[in-house]
């Protein structure tokens, strides 16, 4: 698995240590979690006495199905830690593949052609800035995602969205629509909240699965 690093966070951090020392657990949880509700119509719980002491804790988790090709097929999260983070990796995985309004329910014979990531976050922060010049000025590309809202809409990017919006102020355009807001939209009612996440990734785990 490769791990994204990250930037001040400490190593106490719930981010830094479940993908540094569990890696691979993060990723059989969402994969196990898309496969057995593929088969069973809803994946079960994890049994939470079985899993690691740190995924017992409760945390916040993005799943994200990616297709060979680079584009996406589905991503669904928590944006605060609400629940033991073994349960949210499961919940967000399956609902990535079923539950993204963007997309059709993902089908069986898509597996081996998607791959999985899965984003642990960091607490998010209050990011309280004076004008969207400000907000350019001070975002950190590759380190920060953000969350935006205002007039009951809210929208979140991850800190890999830097990968294809590399330009801060694309960043920021694009969350916007994201958050059902103009790309010209400011306001002094604008919340912004910065948080820093760690990814751990690998090649499709259904390919191998496929019979020859």
Request: aromatic share 6%; hydrophobic share 45%.
């Amino acid at each position: 698995m490769n791990a994204v690093s990250l930037s001040s966070v400490p190593d106490t951090d719930l981010a830094v240590r479940v993908t540094r020392d569990h890696p691979d657990r993060l990723i059989a949880l969402a994969v196990e979690a898309v496969r057995q509700g593929l088969n069973t119509g809803a994946p079960l719980p994890p049994a939470l006495d079985l899993e690691p002491p740190a995924l017992r804790e409760n945390g916040a988790a993005f799943v994200t199905l990616t297709r060979t090709d680079g584009g996406l097929r589905g991503c669904i999260g928590s944006m605060v830690a609400h629940q033991p983070l073994a349960r949210d990796i499961v919940a967000n995985a399956w609902a990535a593949a079923t539950r993204d309004p963007r997309f059709a329910k993902v089908r069986a014979e898509e597996l081996p052609d998607l791959s999985v990531s899965v984003s642990v976050l960091t607490h998010p922060r209050a990011f309280p800035v004076a004008s969207e010049a400000e907000l350019l000025e001070r975002l950190r590309p590759g380190i920060d995602g953000l969350i935006l809202s205002d007039r009951g809409r809210r929208g979140l990017f991850l800190p890999q969205v830097w990968e294809s919006l590399p330009e801060p102020a694309q960043f920021v355009a694009h969350l916007k629509l994201k958050a059902g807001l103009p790309t010209t939209y400011w306001s002094q009612t604008l919340m912004i909240e910065r948080f820093e996440a760690r990814a751990v990734k690998g090649p499709s785990p259904w390919r191998e699965e496929t019979p020859a």
